[in-house]
C-alpha cells in the first residue's frame, strides 16, 4: 500500500531561486491549491510542454501546515511521445535536509531509488504497459494520465502505478463514473468524473469533458484534495464525493 509521506513548506528563498527558471522560462502555468481534510496545506505551479523526444513536465510544490518542517518540492519528468516513463526527478527539500526520489526507464525495468543524504534505497519493476508515475500530493501526475487516456482513445483502462517517493509499484484499474458541473473562474463548464483504484487508494478525479483537462483530484480516505485555482464542483454523479466546504 502507498504509504502516505507527510510533508511540510516554507518557501526559502534558495530554493526558490532554483525552481522559479523552470516555470518563469515558458508562458502560463497551470496551478493547483492543496488541501488536507479541507485546510488549504501548500500548491502546485506545473507546465507540460512539448519538445523533441516527447514532453516535458516541470512543477515547484511548496508546502506547508503538515509538519513542522519547511519543505519545496521541485519535480522534472520526461516522457515519450506517447506519454510513457521516461525519466522522472522528484527533489524534495527542508532546512539541513534533502530528499530524492527518482525513477527512470532502464531497457525492459523501471528503476527507482530514494536519496536522503547518505541513506539510498531502490527498487526496480517490470516495465509494463500504461505505466505512469503518481507520486504524493503532485496534482500534475494526474493531467499526464488524463492526456495519456486521451492519447490512447479508451476511457476504461488497467494502468501500473510508480509511487517512488515509497518504491511502490502496484496495478491500477480506472473507470467512468459520468459527468457533472462545475464553475471555473466564475463560467460554467462540465466535468466527467473517474474513479482510479491502485493499492489499497481510491482516487476520485474530474476533467473537463472534451478537452481532458483537469479540475479536481480527490482521495476521501486521506482527506487530501488537489484543486485547480479557480474551479468548483457544483453538482456529482453517482458514486463520486460532494465538494468539501
Known sequence: MPRRVRLGARISCGALLLVWPLLAQEGPVDKFLIRMAGIRVGAEEYRISKDASGYKVTSRIPLYELTSSPMIAIQQQQLAPDWSLTQYTLK???????????????????????TSGENIRSDATQLRPRTIVLDNFVASHYQILLDAIADGGKDDQNWWVLVPQNLVAVPGKLTVNGQSEGGLSGKPVQVRSYTLHFGEMVVQIWAEAGTNKLMRVLQPAQGLEMIREGFELTSTCPGTAKPQD
Do not use: C, F, I, Y
Open 92 to 114: 524534495l527539500s527542508t532546512p539541513g535536509q534533502r530528499r530524492t526520489a527518482e525513477a527512470w526507464r532502464d531497457g525492459g525495468k523501471v528503476q527507482m531509488r530514494v
